[in-house]
């Protein structure tokens, strides 16, 4: 298994809030991922990063900001929390586009 | 943009052949893969097409088709533990676009 980690794995917040998640791996991959999973949506793109401090959106990235100051860590920032921003959060790594990405375990947000 | 359509929901029978379709259309495209998701849990790499045509990996094989916009994942020999959520992903312009998924139930 890819050593990929995600922390907290819960978490519950109130509105307005600011939250960030981390995640950290230990292969030296390249590439990492934020997605969001909810029903009926499937998991969609956040936000990426190619390289330490190289980044850029995904399809659903208003509200969220990312930074990428070490190869090993991704955090996700929630400015100010919402409500539709409670969902399951996955981290993934990968060498690029073409290859597999490996998830974390994922961090289950709930904003109240 | 990119779209992709699968089945929502699937039923089978253990030991049964099971085939689970996966539509797109995409502005670019660079190859499809294939992911497992257990309930609750993180989903983990079955399968990767970027060429016409079928990949055998054991149980599992995986079809595409660049031309009609296709692919397909065949599960042979059904067990209960194959009872999951199979997502479509298609990649292009370094992102990666997934399904909703297809849930699995395999029945006794």
């Known amino acids: 298994d890819a050593g990929i980690t995600q922390s907290p794995r819960h978490k519950v917040t109130e509105t307005g809030t600011p939250v960030t998640l981390r995640c950290h791996q230990t292969e030296n991959h390249r590439y990492m991922y934020w997605y969001r999973q909810d029903p009926g949506h499937g998991l969609r793109l956040i936000h990426y990063?190619?390289?330490?401090?190289?980044?850029d959106k995904g399809e659903v990235s208003d509200g969220y900001s990312v930074s990428r100051s070490k190869t090993e860590d991704f955090l996700l920032t929630l400015e100010s929390a919402t409500s539709s921003q409670t969902s399951v959060y996955f981290c993934?790594?990968?060498?690029?586009?073409?290859?597999?990405?490996?998830f974390g375990p994922g961090t289950r947000l709930t904003v109240t | 943009g990119q779209n992709i359509d699968q089945p929502t929901e699937m039923t089978a029978t253990e030991g049964a052949i099971v085939q689970i379709n996966c539509t797109y259309q995409t502005s670019g495209f660079n190859g499809l893969f294939w992911y497992q998701q257990h309930a609750g849990e993180a989903p983990t790499f079955l399968s990767y097409?970027?060429?016409?045509g079928l990949e055998e990996k054991g149980r599992f094989s995986s079809f595409l088709s660049r031309s009609k916009g296709y692919s397909y994942l065949l599960l042979k020999e059904l067990q209960m533990k194959d009872s999951a959520s199979y997502l479509c992903?298609?990649?292009?312009?370094?992102?990666?676009?997934f399904g909703t998924g297809t849930r699995l139930l395999v029945s006794p």
């Open positions: 097409n970027v060429l016409d």
């Open positions: 992903a298609v990649t292009g312009f370094q992102k990666l676009v």
């Open positions: 990063s190619y390289g330490v401090k190289d980044t």
């Open positions: 993934a790594i990968g060498g690029g586009p073409s290859y597999e990405q490996y």
